[in-house]
């Protein structure tokens, strides 16, 4: 939620970077997405398509924010002396898992072991399924993505769970790699930090199909705390009961080659956590409104350390009416999460109260008003529950279409 000091102008004035001055007010051709996917062979588009003339909602990543967002990543945890292991729970989208591998990464994190399958099929390797699987089927889907991608690792939380792999393991005939998820307190998934924690480790390594790699703790709830050094005292202080798992696994003569959390918000602190190797940043590469507002080690009021590279394009349909209009963007396009989407580039105007197929423009002061048939961009709510509602992502350089990319495990957050 946007704290009350973070007013919606600071956002629309730091967020937008200038998109109204590339607007373009012309008629356009308009291209469905049946059209556009005769276009789409996987590389480059040769035809200079104007992201303007796309039919509506759909959903566009601005290339040169997306890559400085990668090398600003990299660059951080590179001099901070971790790495980064991004989280594709954001994207669900192989392409960009690929970019971010290229640009350093040292593996791909997934929530769930159906985005695993879908990643590795489309030539994602180095994965790791951080929550533990618990039913007898998804247990042996598991197993059976490790049988296939040689480097895959799953997360376990319970003796139970680690037995259960353990024997799916010797069903399948592999030695699997495992690493022990650890609660950083919210109780969400994950075993209790300090003797709990090392017990499960010590059975994980003591079980002949499985390989212990180390240990995960996600600290969700530090991620958007307002203000750098309000999070970044939380995070540590979260992550100590972690850290001192960690010591203890070490102590024991565990492997803890992996000590991987952490997220966006705690990208650029997670290194003072003790033993501490990697971040799952998954936010980073698109941003959202969610995360605009948590302000950085230099802006107290905008998260400014990474752009918003993600947009929804959205057509206005009616225009008739004072002070309001209405666009094709509702809840089905934008989701209901809050803050509302801000209206990029734009300023005194609000993007608010979705129905189902429609979002409502309201005008306070605005810096232009739109008529029927005109688009503008959305930067969105919460980055991940939007990607998850479209099939691809159009990927845009100065305005134009440059790359379509499917977002092949849309969708599955559930079974396969
Ligand atoms: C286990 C886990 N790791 C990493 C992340 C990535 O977080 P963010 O999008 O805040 O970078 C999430 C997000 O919910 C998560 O659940």
Known sequence: MVSSSVTRRNFLQAAGMGAAAVWTPKAVKGYTRTEMSKFASGGPLEVGISKWDLDTPTLLVDLDKFEQNLKTMQTTVARNGIASRPHAKTHKCPAIARLQIDSGSVGICTAKVHEAQALFEHGVEQLLCTHANVTPYKIRQAMNLRKRCKSFIQAVDTEQNARELAEAAREAGILADVVVDVDPGGHRTGITAGAPALALAQLVDQLPTLRLRGLLCYDG????????????????????????????????????????????????????????????????????????????VDNGEVYSDFAPSLTILTTVVNAQHEGVATADAGAKACTINQPYPIVMGETGISYTGRSDEFGKIVYDNPSRVYKVGEKLELIVSHCDPVVNLYDEIYGIRNDRVEVIWPIAARGYSYSS
């Not at 530090?222 to 202080?237: C, D, I, M, P, Y």
């Not at 960690?246 to 565990?254: I, Q, T």
């Not at 705690?266 to 959202?288: A, C, K, R």
């Open 221 to 296: 709830a530090s991620q958007h705390v307002h203000g750098f050094e309000k999070r970044k005292a939380q995070t540590l202080n979260t992550m100590e009961a972690s850290a001192e798992t960690c010591l203890l696994m070490k102590r024991a003569g565990l492997n803890t080659e992996i000590f991987s959390g952490g997220g966006t918000g705690s990208y650029n602190i997670d290194h003072e956590t003790s033993g501490f190797t990697d971040v799952q940043v998954g936010s980073y590469v698109f941003m959202d409104a969610q995360y605009l507002a948590i302000g950085s």
